[in-house]
């Protein structure tokens, strides 16, 4: 079983609508990465937090330490959004990744 | 700075020949990560260093695979012999520590073996 899980695997939404991606981790942590691929390409980071609220433009991400449980949040979303999203959690100092398996994000014009 | 560099960007080869994937990690990165991305298990850890040294080889495969980091500006990962089902995209990633561990990745190599 895979220590950190995403849902939903697939999602489509259409131009303009909020979206909402989870990400669950059954291990301690000192980091909750949100990471960024669009087909065929490399890997962005989006976010890296270990508590509260990150906002960066549309994309706000935040993490329940307590529920070991974190969101994804996209305002307004475009189709230069599609692509696919990666939950990664780090623990202890070495900044080891452990990656959910990731959401694929259409959004429709 | 050109960020994480990596080469080549596209390989083909047979099975059962070497295959040599170079890294070049943003300068003053004191971490290093090769990972491998597959559609049945997504991202992998397979080794990281930690200036210049490998800390955690836990997730190379088998004896196939082999990683070095003979300096701080450069890094391989090789595979001998090569099989199918090394097919992969396989990035680097390079991070600091005074970063807090943000990683910043490369754009990968697309390995196809036959």
């Known amino acids: 079983k895979n220590e950190v899980e995403q849902s939903p695997q697939n999602l489509t939404a259409q131009e303009g609508e909020f979206i909402t991606i989870n990400c669950s981790y059954s291990v301690g942590i000192s980091a909750l990465h949100w990471l960024q691929q669009h087909p065929g390409g490399g890997i962005v980071s989006l976010f890296m937090?270990?508590?509260g609220k990150k906002k960066h433009g549309r994309l706000i991400a935040t993490i329940n330490i307590q529920e070991k449980h974190s969101s994804l949040h996209i305002t307004a979303s475009h189709p230069r959004d599609s692509a696919v999203y990666i939950c990664?959690?780090?623990?202890?100092?070495?900044?080891?990744?452990?990656f959910g398996k990731g959401t694929l994000l259409t959004v429709n014009p | 700075d050109a960020g994480v560099i990596q080469s080549p960007r596209h390989e083909v080869t047979e099975m059962g020949q070497e295959v040599t994937l170079r890294c070049k990690p943003i300068s003053g990165h004191d971490y290093l990560f090769w990972y491998r991305q597959t559609m049945m298990r997504g991202l992998e850890l397979l080794i990281y260093f930690n200036n210049n040294v490998p800390i955690d080889d836990s997730g190379m495969p088998e004896d196939r695979f082999s990683a070095k980091m003979p300096n701080a500006s450069f890094s391989t990962l090789k595979i001998q012999p090569s099989e199918p089902r090394d097919s992969a995209v396989y990035f680097c990633?390079?991070?600091?520590?005074?970063?807090?561990?943000?990683?910043?990745f490369g754009p990968g190599t697309r390995l196809t073996v036959l």
């Open positions: 990633a390079s991070s600091l520590r005074q970063g807090a561990g943000e990683q910043f």
């Open positions: 990664a959690a780090s623990g202890g100092s070495n900044y080891k990744l452990t």
């Open positions: 937090l270990s508590s």
